[in-house]
């Protein structure tokens, strides 16, 4: 038996910004998005604890972060990531996350749905999927990425593959 994904109607839904990191596309509300400022501001010599430094407003300092496509954070961004978006994080205040492109999403072509089974895991920012035309979306906010990219996850990639088989990695040393 098929397992079918659980399309929710959104066509009066809040636009969403869609976040390019490699492969990955990430959706977040466009109101999360306060900002967007160019990689070059980023002070790569101020980095705490996770961050891969912090970037000037106008409201004081700003931690920025990098994710790969796994949504594992990182020290480095990649060549074409050249973009740090800066979002509202919450109670965690505001923050910024390193990307390739960042473009408005919306309207009646925005479909969203459940994580499937195989996605969802506790720790993870993802709370839905958002179809919009032929490429998928990871559905997020901007204070759930800020809880993840700052405090980490135990469902680490390595980790949620490790669970899933054993064994994976023997087949591919």
């Known amino acids: 038996m ?3 994904l659980h399309e929710a109607p ?27 400022e160019p990689i070059l501001d ?9 961050s ?3 970037i000037e407003l106008r409201t004081g300092p700003c931690p920025v972060f990098c994710v790969d496509e796994a949504l594992t954070v990182v020290g480095e ?10 979002l509202a994080g919450g109670e965690a205040g505001s923050f910024g996350i390193i990307c ?16 499937p089974a195989c996605m969802a895991a506790a720790d993870s920012p993802i709370d839905g999927l958002a179809l919009h035309g032929r490429r998928v979306f990871c559905r997020t906010t901007g ?14 990639p390595e980790r949620l593959l490790e669970e899933l088989d054993p064994g994976a990695d023997e087949v591919f040393a």
């Open 52 to 54: 891969a430094g912090t």
């Open 77 to 86: 961004p990649s060549p074409d990531q050249r973009i740090c978006a800066i």
């Open 2 to 4: 098929r397992e079918t």
């Open 100 to 115: 390739s492109a960042v473009e408005s999403l919306g309207g009646d072509a925005l479909a969203s749905f459940d994580v």
């Open 42 to 50: 980023v002070d790569r010599q101020n980095r705490d604890g996770r």
């Open 10 to 36: 959104d066509r009066h839904a809040a636009p969403l910004a869609s976040l390019c990191v490699g492969r990955l596309l990430l959706a977040v509300p466009l109101r999360d998005l306060q900002s967007l």
């Open 143 to 156: 204070a759930a990425l800020a809880r993840f990219v700052t405090t980490g996850s135990a469902d680490e």
